[in-house]
């Protein structure tokens, strides 16, 4: 196990002390119903398991803990770095306290940048500096390196691992193989057999009352719910898991590092985004699969409110679109064609990147963590 400490913070990673981020915590509560907050959270799942619980956590905690995590594998994608930044906002808002896990021992067991653990941190303070720039809220979040606060704090931490893997055999591990992007048919290392047993764990390491990751993280989530049952626990970990955006692909669930066309990274220029949009699977008339469809729903309504078409009279106008029914109505009719969607989506992600660019052109520190990170090779 590599004792190499993890590395501080990149400056800036909070914008007040915590006795203001709190203030500010309790005052965004006070400023909403419970109604109002449940309805923010439950927004950002695909799937909230149990919504009651949701609602009773919120009635009798005013700042509820939602954990979040990653593994700094490389460049950023638009997934990670705006939808992310929407929904840990939308967190903050609704007067949660964010708590994201900067998984580098994790991406180490996985091994991903080879193993190589200093790749693996300068990846993550890259990332840091991604959502710093596009606008995350900081004053809610606190970024924690897994390596450092494993090491600070092993004797809670390592118990908690062990009596997991106890109380789960090596095939109900195998199933949450998934959040690591692996299949339980995959040549896995005993590295990657332990991954599981390890996240299970954070959840109750970090204390978190909200599991706010991805759909493809929902058999750790649940594996969590299921240890509560064994040790008699009856607060359950709520699961939040939110929608996974599909790579640029026909058929492609999911957006792929390796695959640089298939989605669009934080950096990429604007004429890097516009080829990208252009040469996407938007088929004319069909909603279901087309990833331009997904992009504007879970991006650009989210961020803007609306979704503006610019063209001619002759094919219908200007036209702007104030929620997604009315754009999917449209769509299906051919009233709004692939022709109009994709100049008009590829316009509004160069909007939202564009605080990004400028940010690591502008910025020396950031520029060279970016330049670093492009010449690391992504490895599984």
């Known amino acids: 196990m590599d004792s190499t400490p993890a590395p501080e913070?990149?400056?800036?990673?909070?914008?007040?002390?915590?006795?203001?981020?709190?203030?500010?915590?309790?005052?965004?509560?006070?400023?909403?119903?419970?109604?109002?907050?449940?309805?923010?959270?439950?927004?950002?799942?695909?799937?909230?398991?149990?919504?009651d619980e949701l609602r009773r956590l919120l009635e009798n905690k005013p700042v509820p803990i939602c954990y979040d995590g990653?593994?700094?594998?490389?460049?950023?994608?638009?997934?990670?770095?705006v939808v992310k930044t929407i929904n840990v906002n939308k967190m903050v808002s609704a007067g949660c306290k964010v708590k994201i896990w900067i998984a580098d021992w994790f991406a180490q067991l996985n091994n991903k940048m080879g193993g190589d653990l200093k790749k693996i941190q300068t990846v993550g303070r890259y990332m840091i500096e991604i959502w710093k720039a596009a606008g995350m809220n900081l004053d809610g979040v606190e970024f924690l390196w897994s390596s450092e606060e494993i090491n600070k704090r092993a004797h809670e931490y390592w118990p908690i691992v062990m009596d997991i893997a106890r109380k789960n055999n090596v095939k109900r591990i195998m199933r949450c193989c998934q959040i690591m992007g692996r299949?339980?048919?995959?040549?896995?290392?005993?590295?990657?057999?332990?991954?599981?047993?390890?996240?299970?764990?954070?959840?109750?390491?970090?204390?978190?009352?909200?599991?706010?990751?991805?759909?493809?993280?929902?058999?750790?989530?649940?594996?969590?719910?299921?240890?509560?049952?064994?040790?008699?626990?009856?607060?359950?970990?709520?699961?939040?898991?939110?929608?996974?955006?599909?790579?640029?692909?026909?058929?492609?669930?999911?957006m792929s590092k390796s695959d640089p066309s298939s989605a669009i990274f934080m950096e990429d220029d604007e004429a890097q985004v516009n080829v990208k949009i252009k040469q996407a699977f938007c088929p004319p008339k069909i909603v279901e699969g087309n990833p331009c469809l997904e992009y504007i729903k879970y991006i650009v309504f989210p961020w803007?409110?609306?979704?503006e078409?610019?063209?001619?009279?002759?094919?219908?106008?200007?036209?702007?679109?104030?929620?997604?029914?009315?754009?999917?109505?449209?769509?299906?009719?051919?009233?709004?064609?692939?022709?109009?969607?994709k100049p008009a989506l590829a316009k509004a992600i160069n909007e939202i990147l564009q605080p990004?660019?400028?940010?690591?052109?502008?910025?020396?520190?950031?520029?060279?963590?970016l330049n670093t990170v492009k010449k690391y090779r992504v490895t599984n």
Do not use: W
């Not at 803007?304 to 979704?307: D, H, K, M, S």
């Not at 754009?327 to 969607?341: F, K, Q, R």
């Open 183 to 254: 299949s339980d048919q995959d040549d896995l290392t005993a590295a990657q057999i332990f991954y599981p047993c390890m996240q299970c764990a954070d959840i109750f390491f970090l204390k978190a009352d909200i599991c706010q990751l991805g759909m493809d993280q929902r058999k750790v989530n649940v594996l969590a719910r299921e240890y509560c049952d064994d040790i008699k626990r009856k607060n359950k970990p709520i699961i939040l898991s939110h929608h996974m955006l599909p790579g640029f692909k026909e058929g492609q669930e999911k």
């Open 356 to 369: 990004v660019r400028d940010h690591f052109n502008n910025n020396n520190e950031a520029k060279v963590l």
């Open 309 to 341: 078409v610019i063209r001619k009279e002759s094919n219908g106008g200007n036209k702007t679109f104030t929620c997604m029914n009315e754009l999917i109505s449209d769509y299906e009719t051919g009233a709004l064609h692939p022709a109009d969607v």
């Open 70 to 81: 990653f593994e700094p594998s490389g460049r950023m994608h638009i997934a990670q770095g």
């Open 304 to 307: 803007f409110g609306r979704f």
């Open 9 to 51: 913070a990149a400056p800036g990673t909070s914008s007040s002390s915590p006795a203001a981020a709190a203030e500010g915590l309790a005052g965004g509560v006070a400023a909403m119903t419970l109604d109002e907050r449940f309805e923010m959270l439950r927004g950002i799942g695909e799937e909230c398991i149990q919504e």
